[in-house]
C-alpha cells in the first residue's frame, strides 16, 4: 500500500483527490455493470449484467467474460429418454423447461424417471 492513501496511484501516473475519492482514475478506468449478451445451448439469449465493476479502458471487463462463461455452461431440457413402469410399458420422459448445466443430469427428468418407474 501507499505511504498515503489518501492518494490514487494508477499507471497512468496521475494522482487527483477525485480519483482517490472514486477508488479509480477515470482518466484510464471505467466502471462497468455488464454489456453485450450470451446464449445458453438450446436457450434465449441473456443480457449480461454484475455489480459494478471497474476496468481499465482498454481490457475487457472480466464479470462480464465471468458471467458470460456461467451462462454459456447452461443448457435447457424438456426431458430425454424413457423409462419403463413396473408393467414394463415404456413412456417418454417430458416436463416443463428446465435449465441445468451441461455437464450434469438434468433433475427434472430424474424426478420423472422416478415417478414412471413407480407405476404399475
Given at each position: 500500500?501507499p505511504?498515503h492513501?489518501?492518494k490514487?496511484?494508477?499507471?497512468c501516473?496521475?494522482?487527483?483527490?477525485r480519483?482517490?475519492?472514486l477508488?479509480?482514475?477515470?482518466?484510464c478506468?471505467?466502471?462497468?455493470?455488464?454489456?453485450?449478451s450470451?446464449?445458453?445451448k438450446?436457450?434465449?439469449?441473456q443480457?449480461i449484467?454484475?455489480?459494478?465493476?471497474v476496468?481499465?479502458?482498454?481490457?475487457?471487463c472480466?464479470?462480464?467474460?465471468?458471467?458470460?462463461?456461467?451462462?454459456?455452461?447452461?443448457?435447457?431440457?424438456?426431458?430425454?429418454g424413457?423409462?419403463?413402469?413396473?408393467?414394463?410399458v415404456?413412456?417418454?420422459i417430458?416436463?416443463?423447461k428446465?435449465v441445468?448445466y451441461q455437464d450434469?443430469?438434468?433433475?427434472a427428468?430424474?424426478?420423472?424417471?422416478?415417478?414412471i418407474?413407480?407405476?404399475?
Amino acid at each position: 500500500m501507499p505511504p498515503h492513501p489518501s492518494k490514487h496511484h494508477c499507471s497512468c501516473g496521475k494522482s487527483t483527490k477525485r480519483a482517490s475519492k472514486l477508488g479509480y482514475c477515470p482518466k484510464c478506468s471505467e466502471t462497468c455493470e455488464g454489456s453485450g449478451s450470451a446464449q445458453p445451448k438450446g436457450g434465449v439469449a441473456q443480457t449480461i449484467t454484475h455489480k459494478k465493476w471497474v476496468k481499465y479502458q482498454k481490457e475487457d471487463c472480466s464479470a462480464c467474460e465471468s458471467v458470460r462463461e456461467a451462462i454459456e455452461k447452461k443448457e435447457t431440457c424438456e426431458g430425454r429418454g424413457s423409462a419403463q413402469t413396473k408393467g414394463g410399458v415404456a413412456q417418454a420422459i417430458t416436463h416443463k423447461k428446465w435449465v441445468k448445466y451441461q455437464d450434469e443430469d438434468c433433475s427434472a427428468c430424474k424426478s420423472v424417471r422416478e415417478a414412471i418407474e413407480k407405476k404399475k
